[in-house]
């Protein structure tokens, strides 16, 4: 098992930037497929980015593509989400998730393939 703490998260202005990161404890870190996903108020949870266990693949949302880029620290046990260009849209916890479903190829964007959840961290974008 691994278990995932988000921080890096805060109050920054429109057009600014934030970078997150996510720490796991526990074995086999390279063994999972590491996602950033989201929730605002009254909202769904979103996805946003995935990487594969090397960090070699990556993948984005919509409202991610451009702006967010995910990689990982397999020696460090880190995976970091970097955000540029904030918008007030973009306020919401942030939480990262690990999973390491080892019949999966690629990373999924579905929330409910991942069983391995941080408590989160809220970001929030001022106009």
């Known amino acids: 098992q691994v278990q995932l703490v988000e921080s890096g998260g805060g109050l920054v202005q429109a057009g600014g930037d934030l970078r997150l990161s996510c720490a796991a404890t526990g074995r086999m870190f390279s063994s999972y497929f590491m996602g950033w996903f989201r929730q605002a108020p009254g909202k769904e949870r979103e996805f946003v980015a995935a990487?594969?266990?090397?960090?070699?693949?990556?993948y984005y949302g919509d409202s991610a593509k451009g702006r967010f880029t995910i990689s990982r620290d397999n020696t460090k046990n880190l995976v970091y989400l970097q955000m540029i260009s904030l918008k007030p849209e973009d306020t919401a916890i942030y939480c990262c998730?690990?999973?390491?479903?080892?019949?999966?190829?690629?990373?999924?964007?579905?929330?409910?393939?991942?069983?391995?959840w941080g408590q989160g961290t809220q970001v929030t974008v001022s106009s």
């Open positions: 990487i594969s266990r090397s960090g070699g693949s990556t």
């Open positions: 998730a690990g999973d390491r479903n080892l019949l999966r190829h690629n990373p999924s964007t579905a929330p409910g393939d991942y069983g391995y």
